[in-house]
């Protein structure tokens, strides 16, 4: 178990000592341009984002439902590139946030891992969030991020196993990421009842500050989860707030809108 | 067996220090979310089990001998083989089997293990059409609920095959996203399984996927090699000189290769398809094109159709059944270990010999089998009149009548 307290895990201590949870935000790189999903990732730290997830667009992301799919294939058509994420990553980290990208894991793998940890410590990033990898493939990433200092967020879901909670969250670094239901992200009108159950069952085997996302899209979701989870992920809704037919000025005030809504929920939780 | 059983662990390693499970050579593994792992782990229990538990391996070899119609047959074709050099040709005759091709081998069982795992849906990607038809049946036959992804572009060039999959009472999903074909229908299936995976099997119809499908879909198939090789010995007294079959994900390829990998004499031989040519870019010959290197797609490291940054490059082929941007892991191992060989053939070739086996055997392949006999073809020219060559046809053609009327002016009265 990990003594010392880095990157992301500070940030997430430092929101409990303020007696609250930590905003997570995620947004995509190139949605709906590069220059574009700058200027968002900026706007959600200006309104009260700890954390940005800065989202790597795929070309196959099995793991997301159709609003991040869409932005995804959005950022592709228009040209946007890994190279662009590290720019992102800059950018986040220089409005004040703590950045962290959230990929899936061919993307690094055919940088190769070495050079895209060190590109990302380069950028200030503090860690990789892996959906498609387990730690029983990351070898290569544990060793990578532990030469460059990143944390390495690996996820937890309802169906883990308490042997599968202890593998994989003695694996993690920063915090552990825990899927609220089972399924792929976009906004649900609820959160399940699972997701306090996991972190029941994950604070059980660690120490490490855990952290729900997969479908929080409301100030209230943020407040109730917020009372046990260290962190509150928001995507979906963020990305939904982006899109639309406006131009990108108003949507901007609306994704500004929108999060420091979010930003009042996790500050409610715990009260 | 998976690779790395063989490989005895050092004392002073610890679990973590193992390989993964389900490696061949560098490739395979189990890059998937999380939440999908203890049901990765139930099915390798469960096929486990059933590899060695005499009613599951009864009740599989009564429903092969009683509904797929195995033992296939093999047919000497000797007026196609005129034009492969005059060497011997023998097709191994899936296209017989019940539903058409191959596929019904490994659904079979698959639907048998989800009903072993307590799980009420069966679901499943198609790219042809010839896997979904399959799982179709076998869930009607079985009483599970059954749904299909199938990417849009697909659902038109097999519109037949959609038709029989709702007649089967299946519901069929075309699926919009990405290149709309067999990648995308995956990608949704999976989506599909991980929020349902708690009643749901995910039947994955290649040797492609995380650990365990590319070991045991081949497991499920390889009683196509198991009776070719038997039944070539008894035909010829003598082993083939070459194994042939078309490769898209590979798994009638593993079925028929997996019995000869150890007969060091037999050629392995894989097809892929080569589509409008390599250098056209619009192919999907993972192993000829200077864009594929190893990665990972759906859950498997192997080769892999990619751009500078790792984003799947859209492959293409006149049949939907081998339009895959990667290959099942173990012809990755087979190829780098050198076993096997892979060639592709065009559109055209493909076309041309589909027309030809046709017209002079009465037999009717499909598409993807094509591929299968230009290989064929070009391997009997090679060995020349003493040449044995056994090729696998994996399925038959009627799914494929809308796209050859098409390809030769057929369409319309009164041609030719």
Known sequence: MTALATGVEAVLRSCRAQGRAALVGYLPVG????????????????????????????????????????????????????????????????????????????????????????DLAAAGGAGLITPDLIPDEAAEWIAASDRHGLDRIFLVAPSSTPERLARVTAACRGFVYAASTMGVTGARTSVDSDARGLVERVRAVTDLPVCIGLGVSTREQAAEIAAYADGVIAGSALVR??????????????????????????????? | MSQNDAAPAPADLTVEDLPPAGRFGDFGGRYVPEALVPALEQIDEARQKAAV?????????????????????????????????????????????????????????????????????????????????????????????????????DTERQALNVARMRILGAEVVAVEHGSATLKDAINEAMRDWVTNVGTTHYAIGTVTGPHPFPEMVRDFHAVIGEEARAQVLELTGRLPDAVVACVGGG?????????????????????????????????AARFAGSSATPGVLHGAMSYLMQDADGQTVESHSISAGLDYPSVGPEHSFLRDSGRAEYRYATDDQVMEAFSLLSRTEGIIPALESAHALVGAMQLGRELGPDGLVLVNLSGRGDKDMHTAAAYFGLVGEGTQ
């Open chain 1, 241 to 271: 707030a982006l899109g639309g037919d406006q131009d990108l000025p108003t949507r901007l005030q609306a994704l500004h809108a929108l999060t420091s809504s979010l930003a009042e929920g996790v500050r409610a939780g715990r009260r």
């Open chain 1, 31 to 118: 949605y709906p341009t590069v220059e574009g999903s700058v200027e968002a990732m900026r706007t959600v730290v200006d309104a009260g984002c700890d954390i940005v997830e800065v989202g790597v667009p795929y070309s196959d992301p099995l793991m997301d439902g159709p609003v991040i799919q869409d932005a995804a294939a959005t950022a592709l058509a228009g040209g946007a590139r890994v190279d662009d994420v590290f720019t992102a990553v800059a950018a986040v980290r220089d409005a004040g946030a703590t950045p962290v990208v959230m990929t899936y894991w061919n993307l690094v793998l055919h940088r190769g891992v070495e050079r895209f940890a060190a």
């Open chain 2, 53 to 153: 538990d005499p009613e599951f391996q009864a009740e599989l070899a009564r429903l092969h001998a009683t509904y797929t119609g195995r033992p296939s047959i093999i047919t000497e074709v000797p007026r196609f083989a005129a034009h492969c050099g005059g060497a011997r040709v023998l097709l191994k005759r899936e296209d017989l089997n019940h539903t058409g091709s191959h596929k019904i081998n490994n659904v079979l069982a698959q639907a048998l293990l989800t009903k072993r795992m307590g799980k009420t849906r069966i679901i499943a990607e198609t790219g042809a059409g010839q896997h979904g038809v399959a799982t179709a049946t076998a869930a009607a036959l079985m009483g599970l609920e059954c749904t299909v992804y199938m990417g849009r572009v």
């Open chain 2, 251 to 283: 798994s009638n390829a593993m079925g028929i290769f997996h019995r000869f990998v150890g007969d060091a004499d037999v050629r392995l031989v894989g097809v892929e398809a080569g589509g409008e040519g390599i250098e056209s870019g619009r192919h």
